[in-house]
């Protein structure tokens, strides 16, 4: 079945470094690649997401980019901030045949840690 | 619009209880489903349903049941609760065609 890898699991930066969260995803008729934010105690919430007709997207802080040939799409946060600590989740939405299913895969997600 | 709404917050069962997980959405949205979350386990989906009418299962269905008669409703029932089905679980909904997946706020359940 459709599966989603995510690494690293925990990840610790020092405020004003980048972090980068790489996904791999096993469905290559995957069409659709969305990242969750979610705060201790709360819902995810969408922060950015790409198609797979676009190789990279930016959203001020925040890009998305990537790599169909490889099944791999990674988050990159710039100039981290306290307020970024958080679980991250990368996503992909696999289709049936020629159809979208519509559904989402999650992978396993990553602790993201900013240090004053 | 109130968005994704879940009920109940908090549950605690005893293993061979039955319950059911209330989850209505106001914004008309066709696709529905539900996860749960463990930790280092993330967001696995259990079922979802792209109308009224169509359920499907996801990766850990085993246990669950759902039905969808209206758009705006989707029902999760545990049939026989057993301690591994304790979890927070998460309804969501979207646009099929389109991107975001909204959440409802999560329902915290334990199976003693």
């Known amino acids: 079945g459709e599966n989603v890898e995510q690494h690293p699991s925990t990840l610790s930066v020092q405020e004003g470094d980048s972090a980068v969260i790489k996904c791999t995803y096993s469905?290559?008729?995957?069409?659709?690649f969305p990242w969750y934010k979610q705060e201790l105690g709360k819902r995810p919430q969408l922060i950015i997401d790409?198609?797979?007709?676009?190789g990279e997207k930016k959203d001020q802080r925040i890009a998305v980019t990537l790599n169909k040939t490889a099944k791999h799409f990674s988050l990159h946060i710039t100039e981290t901030q306290p307020e970024d600590s958080a679980v991250y989740f990368c996503?992909?939405?696999?289709?049936?045949?020629?159809?979208?299913?519509?559904?989402?895969?999650f992978g396993q997600g990553t602790t993201l840690q900013v240090k004053p | 619009n109130a968005g994704v709404t879940q009920t109940p917050k908090f549950q605690v069962l005893k293993t061979g209880q039955s319950m059911t997980l209330q989850c209505a959405q106001d914004?008309?949205?066709?696709?529905m489903s539900w996860y749960r979350q463990d930790p280092g386990m993330g967001l696995r989906l259990i079922h979802y349903?792209?109308?009224?009418?169509?359920?499907d299962q996801g990766e850990v269905p085993n246990g669950y049941n759902v039905s969808r008669s209206t758009t705006e409703d989707f029902p999760l029932r545990l049939l026989s609760a057993a301690p591994s089905q304790t979890s927070v679980y998460f309804c969501?909904?979207?646009?099929?065609?389109?991107?975001?997946?909204?959440f409802g706020e999560g329902s915290r359940l334990t199976v003693l």
């Open positions: 969501a909904s979207r646009i099929f065609s389109t991107g975001e997946l909204f």
């Open positions: 469905d290559s008729a995957s069409n659709y």
């Open positions: 790409i198609r797979s007709n676009v």
């Open positions: 996503a992909a939405s696999p289709r049936r045949g020629s159809s979208n299913t519509g559904k989402l895969i």
């Open positions: 914004m008309n949205h066709e696709y």
């Open positions: 349903s792209v109308g009224a009418g169509i359920t």
